[in-house]
């Protein structure tokens, strides 16, 4: 059984529930941590909504909400939130929580893919009923698209360098595994200083891609805001700089009453302030969390309420 602590739970989930009888949706259900701890505070007349893309990991934490009937567990992308939610006939919701990245499970399952350390196909998807894996990123992407990734999502400055490798490595057979990927990364760039694994930053570029990770976020963002209710509550739990940006910065536009610029006397974007930020700055970890589970350290929680 595949143990998943959940990150920041009393705190996202105090912040997300404002009415025990409403109805919430956990975008990112995984192994249920959080939807369980959510099933927890709501009264029976609340609901929950869950989606996950994973379908594995959709059935093991079901196993962990057995005899919860006010859940709804639906495999899709957190992107359609709409559908899902118009598919069930709701039009209003009191909150939502998103929990992003990857899981345990999809770490720690060697066949998965996501692994530098741990020899397996190129995989790293998280629905694995989509088509694109890691292996055709690797081995049929221009050398150019590579190297845009590997920056952009892995924030890597060898870039250029690793693009390089792959694609001299792949002329003569396709790299298959997540060991002959790492350890050609590790070949051709210097050990980081931080004491991360040379191959960390590329591993993340291309699942980020895999999974279309950083538009996903911004579509289901600005979905959400549709759906909630005046007083709902939006609650973002981020990983890396990139996701957080996303989320600070959606939050910024949204809690502008203008966008005018400075030197216009009267206001003419016709823009309304739709949330306020609840958060002034992110929440973290406590340092018992980060030492109770590693994987928490990099963690920030955002909220913001629809006004
Ligand atoms: C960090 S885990 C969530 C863990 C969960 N909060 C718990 O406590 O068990 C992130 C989950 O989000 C899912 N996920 C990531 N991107 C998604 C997307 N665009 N749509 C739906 N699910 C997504 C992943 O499959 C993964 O199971």
Known sequence: MFEHIPVLLEE??????????????????????????????????????????????????KRRLEGYKNIKIVHSSFSKVDEVLESLGIEKIDGILFDFGV?????DKQERGFSYSKEAFLDMRMDTTSKLTAYDVIN????????????EYGEERFARRIAKAIVERRRNKPIETTTELSSLISSVVPKPKDGSHPAQRTFQAIRIEVNRELDEIKIALEKSLRFLKSGGRICAISFHSLEDRIVKEFFKFHSLECICPKDIPVCRCGKKKELEIITKKPIVPSKEEIERNKRSHSAKLRVAQKV
């Open 103 to 107: 899981s345990s499970l999809q770490l």
């Open 140 to 151: 049929f992407y221009s050398q150019e698209d590579l190297e845009r990734i590997i920056r």
């Open 12 to 61: 996202s989930v105090s912040f997300l529930i404002t009415n025990p009888d409403g109805i919430y949706v956990d975008a990112t259900f995984g192994l249920g941590g959080h939807s369980k701890r959510i099933l927890e505070k709501l009264s029976n007349k609340g609901f929950l909504v869950a989606i996950d893309k994973d379908l594995e990991a959709i059935e093991l934490g």
